[in-house]
T-cell receptor, first 117, second 113 residues
Framework: SAVISQKPSRDICQRGTSLTIQCQVD?????MFWYRQQPGQSLTLIAT?????????ESGFVIDKFPISRPNLTFSTLTVSNMSPEDSSIYLC??????????????FGPGTRLLVL | DQQVKQNSPSLSVQEGRISILNCDYT??????FLWYKKYPAEGPTFLIS?????DKNEDGRFTVFLNKSAKHLSLHIVPSQPGDSAVYFC????????????FGQGTRLTINP
């Protein structure tokens, strides 16, 4: 399994500002993923980040709003730009891996809880 | 359009009994399914997965059943333990692997002593 840390763990921000969330993995991985979980909702994939190439965004998410960096195989950042209260969510990063029984899975970080006022 | 649905927001089960969590999906292209458990203030933790070429996968107390014709999967936990109290998410992928996961809304399981 992979051990993933995220910074910050939580933040309260003013509307119109931007926040950069960091994700660090304890091993080299090809793909990293960023998700959002809005209050009372399921996890929604924002984008897939591969090292050395631009991130691939899902429908409804754009690079100008959620720029992503992937400078190496153990680290990625997600920026939430020009924030509004609707961006209040838990943001999670994850990486591909294999479960103990051999099945493919994703391992998740602890999440960053963001509140925008 | 919710492609993965968990219609029960909550479930309460007595300790030692079987917990059955259900999940339905609409996209017939999904071919890989996973179950995660989530505690408050933590990220989801992987429990078990199943490929569409199987109809059952078992790992310890956890068994996942897949009914492709009904587009339905279920997670059985037996026996249920107090530490199983958490929110459970099912997820699906159309890439025969754990990429581009689509999650259900989650079911909060409470195990009563």
């Amino acid at each position: 399994s992979a051990v993933i840390s995220q910074k910050p763990s939580r933040d309260i921000c003013q509307r119109g500002t931007s926040l950069t969330i960091q994700c660090q993995v304890d091993s080299q991985v090809t793909m990293m993923f960023w998700y959002r979980q809005q209050p009372g909702q399921s996890l929604t994939l924002i984008a897939t980040a591969n090292q050395g190439s631009e991130a691939t965004y899902e429908s409804g998410f754009v690079i100008d709003k959620f720029p992503i960096s992937r400078p190496n195989l153990t680290f990625s950042t997600l920026t939430v730009s020009n924030m509004s209260p609707e961006d209040s969510s838990i943001y999670l990063c994850s990486v591909e891996g294999r479960g103990l029984a051999g099945g493919e899975t994703q391992y998740f970080g602890p999440g960053t809880r963001l509140l925008v006022l | 359009d919710q492609q993965v649905k968990q219609n029960s927001p909550s479930l309460s089960v007595q300790e030692g009994r079987i917990s059955i969590l259900n999940c339905d999906y609409t996209n017939s292209m999904f071919d890989y399914f996973l179950w995660y458990k989530k505690y408050p203030a933590e990220g989801p933790t992987f429990l078990i997965s199943i490929s569409s070429i199987k109809d059952k996968n078992e790992d310890g107390r956890f068994t996942v059943f897949l009914n492709k014709s009904a587009k339905h999967l279920s997670l059985h936990i037996v026996p249920s333990q107090p530490g199983d109290s958490a929110v459970y998410f099912c997820a699906a992928s159309a890439l025969q692997g754990a990429q581009k996961l689509v999650f259900g809304q989650g079911t909060r399981l409470t195990i009563n002593p």
